[in-house]
């Protein structure tokens, strides 16, 4: 078995071949149904199964050791996807302070502060898009737009709503809003980037020490 593990996650990224077939099937079986692949590799590495990655044969229980390792970082600093991989766990439900308890408490004051920033701002639909959209709008607008454009179609989707030319249109109008999205990133001015700026911190610091030089000062 194959996992793919993508960027912007602890463990390193790249393709993780899972060898041990006996392994993973044991893995397997002490995860609920439904669990996702990054769960399933933590599973199998921490039961100590054969891992290769990039044509090497990785320590025994490596990964599992680097989860921990990030997982006693704040609760306050877990992701969506750790809080919920903590609370699928089911470890000292019924224990005030567990780590269950504290990532179950962090998800619903997460969850109720979505629904309030929800309450509180504009909520756009397909019938009522921004005057000019997606050009004229500003970049945090646009990602409300396709943040709700997104919960609505899946919201009618999940009604059992059906209607593919009114689908096309919020397909299309999201697509667009994350074309212009990705333009301006490639677009940024160049001092406005982080190798701009660092560029810029460089020169300033030279002009400074050249004046020090030339006047004298201390």
């Given at each position: 078995?194959?996992?793919?593990?993508?960027?912007?996650?602890?463990?390193?990224?790249?393709?993780?071949?899972?060898?041990?077939?006996?392994?993973?099937?044991?893995?397997?079986?002490?995860?609920?149904?439904?669990?996702?692949?990054?769960?399933?590799?933590?599973?199998?590495?921490?039961?100590?199964?054969?891992?290769?990655?990039?044509?090497?044969?990785?320590?025994?229980q490596s990964l599992w050791k680097l989860e921990q390792e990030h997982m006693n970082k704040p609760i306050e600093q877990f992701t969506d996807e750790e809080?919920?991989?903590?609370?699928?766990?089911?470890?000292?439900?019924?224990?005030?302070?567990?780590?269950?308890?504290?990532?179950?408490?962090?998800?619903?004051?997460?969850?109720?502060?979505?629904?309030?920033?929800?309450?509180?701002?504009?909520?756009?639909?397909?019938?009522?898009?921004?005057?000019?959209?997606?050009?004229?709008?500003?970049?945090?607008?646009?990602?409300?737009?396709?943040?709700?454009?997104?919960?609505?179609?899946?919201?009618?989707?999940?009604?059992?709503?059906?209607?593919?030319?009114?689908?096309?249109?919020?397909?299309?109008?999201?697509?667009?809003?994350?074309?212009?999205?990705?333009?301006?990133?490639?677009?940024?001015?160049?001092?406005?980037?982080?190798?701009?700026?660092?560029?810029?911190?460089?020169?300033?610091?030279?002009?400074?020490?050249?004046?020090?030089?030339?006047?004298?000062?201390?």
């Amino acid at each position: 078995m194959k996992i793919r593990i993508g960027k912007n996650d602890n463990l390193p990224e790249g393709e993780y071949e899972l060898t041990s077939r006996e392994k993973l099937e044991n893995a397997l079986g002490n995860l609920s149904y439904g669990r996702s692949d990054r769960e399933k590799l933590l599973e199998y590495d921490r039961i100590a199964g054969r891992t290769v990655k990039d044509g090497v044969v990785l320590s025994p229980q490596s990964l599992w050791k680097l989860e921990q390792e990030h997982m006693n970082k704040p609760i306050e600093q877990f992701t969506d996807e750790e809080l919920l991989a903590v609370i699928r766990r089911a470890e000292n439900v019924n224990v005030p302070g567990s780590f269950y308890q504290r990532a179950s408490n962090e998800g619903k004051l997460r969850q109720d502060q979505r629904m309030l920033n929800a309450a509180t701002r504009k909520k756009w639909s397909s019938e009522r898009v921004p005057v000019g959209y997606p050009m004229s709008c500003s970049s945090d607008q646009i990602r409300d737009v396709i943040q709700d454009l997104s919960e609505e179609k899946h919201d009618k989707l999940q009604k059992g709503k059906f209607n593919i030319a009114w689908e096309k249109i919020v397909d299309d109008l999201i697509k667009n809003g994350q074309a212009e999205l990705a333009q301006r990133r490639e677009t940024r001015r160049w001092y406005e980037k982080p190798i701009g700026m660092i560029a810029i911190g460089i020169v300033i610091g030279l002009v400074v020490a050249y004046l020090t030089h030339y006047f004298g000062w201390v």
